[in-house]
């Protein structure tokens, strides 16, 4: 690994929580330590179990995951049980998580470990410990692509908790009946190829795809990649977002922008939605989905929290990518963007030196002992990033995920980082007015292009 990731560049996750960019005010408390955090000797020593007289390290661990509260205090117990040198003080992150995390740093209290979105880390990585492969080889577990949206400057200050992926999201037995046999996703090559496939689903007798009519999803998820995912490298992603805040860049003539709305248009057309576009109920949707009153839907992986309850759902679900063109070679048709939503980062600013070995001991545990993975995994239905993992999610779109993970098959959406904070706000208000046949596409071009000239 080591200098494999100086070609990789600033990152974001999808997905939803977005925020605007956060005070950097208690930094100068860094502590420092030679070459970003060696092992200390005293860190060094092993503890003796049965020695009461053995000092405990004390370190603290911050979540912004939702759900997960009771379940990381049953990956602690376990840790601690394993090294009782080392004392964890969760710490929950309730309503407004980025504000609760800063009020700790302002009180000297900063966290030891805290798992955050990739913006938090970005902007404040003065904090944060510098992870190199080198002094931890545990982080060669970690698919290389998985850490894309925690390096900074060539240097990694993150280990994610999962990947995301999101795209058409199908029902199997739908799709099975509608060609006659069972689909495959790989013969969808094309937008010729979709449409085909929504013919086939709507004489069926099923409403073929669906739109969830809210900003965060069509503003974020599908207009953003405009920025990020379609485009042939990060540097050319990097520079049409320089060139959109100056104004220079010609977003109505956009070969990428044109052909997401072209597909866009198609999913409009045959939307399940279409007669009350913004009604934007994901849990009325999930339930279509999951019921068969649908065949497809745009939307991610992690829509397994809503689909897994729904009574008398059916079983078997996947994911499609969005094709882009009518060009079978052409790549971007064949994948799905996929992204590291959180990731678990290190403070070196209020903590020493032992609490920050300390820390990484706790973060080596909780991404990879099988204990902590199956928690993870059953809780958030999530893919986890990681080689060798033994364990299986009930999700059967978090399999999809690591299928085209696998495969190799994901589009790098890491650039979202560039990405201003109400991009998804401001442009999702755009895209619902597009979607409601409220403007055209020339008209939400300029709405667009204006965001970008007054930000």
């Known amino acids: ?15 939803v929580s977005l925020v605007s960019a956060c005070s950097k005010e208690g930094a100068d408390k860094k502590v420092e330590s030679s070459d970003k955090g060696t092992t200390s000797d005293a860190s060094k020593e092993e503890t003796n179990k049965d020695d009461s007289s053995s000092e405990k390290v004390e370190i603290s661990f911050y979540s912004t995951q939702t759900g997960m509260d009771d379940k990381f205090e049953d990956i602690i117990a376990k840790f601690e049980e394993e090294n009782s040198n080392i004392k964890v003080e969760y710490i929950a992150a309730g309503d407004n998580q980025l504000q609760k995390w800063m009020s700790l740093y302002a009180s000297n209290e900063g966290p030891t470990v805290s798992l955050m979105d ?61 060609v006659g046999g069972t689909f495959d996703p790989d013969t969808i090559k094309t937008r010729d190829d979709l449409i085909n496939l929504f013919d086939k689903i709507e004489a069926s007798g099923t409403p073929a795809t669906m739109i969830t009519g809210v900003n965060w999803s069509i503003g974020m998820h599908y207009l953003a990649l405009t920025y990020a995912g379609y485009r042939d490298s990060r540097e050319i992603e990097k520079t049409v977002v320089e060139e959109s805040r100056a104004g220079t860049f010609d977003l109505a003539n956009d070969e990428v ?137 009930d999700s059967p779109l978090a399999d999809a995920t690591a299928w085209y993970s696998e495969q190799g098959r994901t589009l790098d959406i890491s650039n979202f980082i560039l990405l201003p904070s109400d991009f998804w706000y401001e442009n999702g208000a755009s895209m619902e007015a597009y979607l409601s046949g409220a403007i055209d596409r020339e008209t939400l071009a300029t709405q667009v292009s204006n965001y970008w000239k007054n930000n």
């Open 118 to 178: 990739p913006i938090n880390i970005w902007e404040n990585q003065d904090r944060m410990l510098v992870l190199d492969p080198n002094e931890n080889p545990w982080m060669d577990q970690v698919y290389e692509s998985a850490y894309a949206s925690y390096i900074f400057d060539g240097d990694i200050y993150a280990i994610p908790i999962s990947t995301q992926g999101y795209g058409l999201l199908y029902n199997q037995r739908v799709l099975d009946e509608a």
């Open 1 to 15: 690994m080591k200098k494999r990731f100086l070609s990789l560049i600033l990152v974001l996750a999808m997905v």
């Open 257 to 393: 922008f044109n052909s997401l709305m072209d597909t866009f248009d198609l999913l409009a057309k045959y939307n399940y939605n279409k007669s009350d576009p913004l009604i934007g109920n994901i849990d009325l949707d999930a339930e279509a989905l999951a019921t068969g009153k649908v065949g497809t839907w745009f939307m991610g992986d992690w829509s397994w929290v809503q689909l897994k309850d729904i009574a008398d759902r059916d079983t078997e679900f996947g994911i499609l990518p969005i094709p882009v063109s009518n060009d079978p070679s052409d790549e971007r048709n064949l994948k799905i963007p996929a992204s590291q939503p959180k990731g678990y980062c290190i403070d070196t600013s209020q903590n020493t030196v032992e609490q920050q070995e300390a820390g990484k001991k706790f973060i080596e545990f909780i991404c990879f002992n099988p204990y902590a993975q199956e928690i993870i995994s059953d809780t958030m239905g999530a893919t986890l990033p990681y080689e060798n993992v033994t364990v299986k999610s």
